[in-house]
């Protein structure tokens, strides 16, 4: 089904998919719509949604923070820990062993620069260092498998791969201009650039273009842009239809992306003015189930989208009685679900934060199950080096 006039011309940005390899315009043949109003928002009660099924802790030996990416793989929870962390985490939720890949340097089988991972159909993971050219292998405790080392991944900040042959690259610097903003596909076995594609309109400033290493799942796979209301699905050597998320009214005018914006700062402290939506978010797709953020007047507003049959439900509050230990507050970025793996999903907790912020009364009766009071005790027994956990839930709504 073919998106209507009215509807592309109240989109954001018009979708041009350019070929490298033979410059010939390939046009979207579908386009779906997922319409969503922010002025239906309600409170999201936790317990009418998600069941517990598990709090994951880790080591207080480990330093598991600043949370770049969280990947799961059948028992296996595969945490990025950035901002000079730059190593990856893998927790066995079974057995709770915990391995770590933290191979930094300049060695052959070491990487300079952590950009981004993920998890084969094999079930390994493929660490990317754009910055030394490399792919390293490796299996789930953490012992590398492989390197492979090509001048192409220059400068690559994400990848994805569905069939282990084709990879979708990414390159591009936040602050940087338009030319290194595009999505390539590439054969490894061949080591060559297949075909590159502009998924958005290249005359938008080069802040609109960045696309983050945690905006690309991968079932379906697919990925998104910040200032994009378009997702794109990805085949296994193709950008397939995308999806297109409808704000209505709340849509941003074409006409103020005429503006010229400096730089990125400057765009959102216009929107937040605007009273329209903007900068789409924390974005998790897993089957028919999609959840993102969105924020409206300086506000945050959480959405879960069953993109079978197009509702969806909107949240600006949160009364948290599963896992967490307050009731009907704002919605904010801490509340955001980090993975999503068939019908669980996951949530981080810090517990340093918890401590700080709530009174003992407060945490003794927020909850009487056993997994609570299993994190309550941990919260209430908190040191300084203890790490966040990770709440593993159900979903039964949606």
């Given at each position: 089904m073919k998106l209507a006039s009215s509807i592309?011309?109240?989109?954001?940005?018009?979708?041009?998919?350019?070929?490298?390899?033979?410059?010939?315009?390939?046009?979207?043949?579908?386009?779906?719509?997922?319409?969503?109003?922010?002025?239906?928002?309600?409170?999201?009660?936790?317990?009418?949604?998600?069941?517990?099924?598990?709090?994951?802790?880790?080591?207080?030996?480990?330093?598991?923070?600043?949370?770049?990416?969280?990947?799961?793989?059948?028992?296996?929870?595969?945490?990025?820990?950035?901002?000079?962390?730059?190593?990856?985490?893998?927790?066995?939720?079974?057995?709770?062993k915990e391995f770590i890949i933290s191979a930094k340097g300049e060695g052959s089988n070491q990487y300079q620069k952590l950009n981004n991972f993920f998890i084969n159909k094999k079930g390994q993971i493929?660490?990317?260092?754009?910055?030394?050219?490399?792919?390293?292998?490796?299996?789930?405790?953490?012992?590398?498998?492989?390197?492979?080392?090509?001048?192409?991944?220059?400068?690559?900040?994400?990848?994805?791969?569905?069939?282990?042959?084709h990879y979708f690259l990414f390159g591009g610097n936040f602050y940087a201009g338009k030319s290194g903003y595009q999505m390539q596909i590439w054969n490894k076995n061949e080591g060559k650039v297949k075909s590159s594609y502009i998924p958005f309109d290249e005359q938008k400033a080069g802040f609109m273009l960045f696309i983050e290493p945690r905006n690309f799942s991968k079932n379906p796979s697919s990925f998104y842009q910040v200032y994009n209301q378009y997702v794109y699905e990805l085949g296994e050597d193709a950008v397939k239809d995308s999806l297109y998320l409808d704000f209505g009214q709340d849509n941003i005018p074409a006409?103020?992306?005429?503006?010229?914006?400096?730089?990125?700062?400057?765009?959102?402290?216009?929107?937040?003015?605007?009273?329209?939506?903007?900068g789409l978010g924390n974005f998790l797709l897993e089957e028919n189930l999609l959840f993102a953020s969105v924020r409206k007047n300086e506000q945050n507003f959480h959405f879960y989208t069953n993109t079978k049959t197009g509702e969806s439900t909107v949240f600006d509050k949160i009364s948290n009685d599963v896992f967490g230990l307050k009731t009907d507050e704002k919605i904010g970025y801490q509340y955001r679900p980090v993975a999503m793996d068939?019908?669980?999903?996951?949530?981080?907790?810090?517990?340093?934060?918890?401590?700080?912020?709530?009174?003992?009364?407060?945490?003794?009766?927020?909850?009487?199950?056993?997994?609570?009071?299993?994190?309550?005790s941990k919260i209430e027994n908190f040191k300084d080096g203890d790490n966040l956990a990770i709440v593993k839930c159900e979903i039964t709504g949606f």
């Open positions: 592309i011309i109240l989109s954001i940005f018009s979708v041009f998919l350019i070929s490298c390899t033979n410059n010939e315009s390939k046009e979207k043949s579908q386009d779906e719509t997922i319409k969503i109003n922010l002025d239906k928002a309600q409170t999201l009660k936790v317990s009418d949604h998600f069941k517990l099924k598990d709090v994951i802790y880790f080591s207080d030996s480990l330093v598991v923070d600043n949370l770049m990416k969280v990947s799961t793989h059948n028992d296996y929870v595969v945490l990025h820990c950035g901002w000079g962390l730059d190593y990856l985490v893998i927790k066995n939720t079974l057995t709770a493929e660490l990317l260092d754009g910055q030394s050219r490399k792919i390293l292998t490796y299996n789930m405790e953490g012992e590398l498998l492989s390197v492979y080392q090509n001048e192409k991944l220059q400068q690559v900040t994400s990848l994805l791969s569905i069939d282990g042959e006409e103020l992306f005429e503006n010229s914006y400096q730089d990125v700062r400057e765009f959102s402290q216009d929107m937040a003015k605007s009273g329209y939506a903007y068939g019908n669980d999903i996951y949530f981080i907790v810090s517990l340093e934060a918890q401590n700080e912020n709530f009174g003992k009364t407060l945490v003794t009766n927020s909850s009487k199950s056993e997994l609570n009071q299993r994190l309550l």
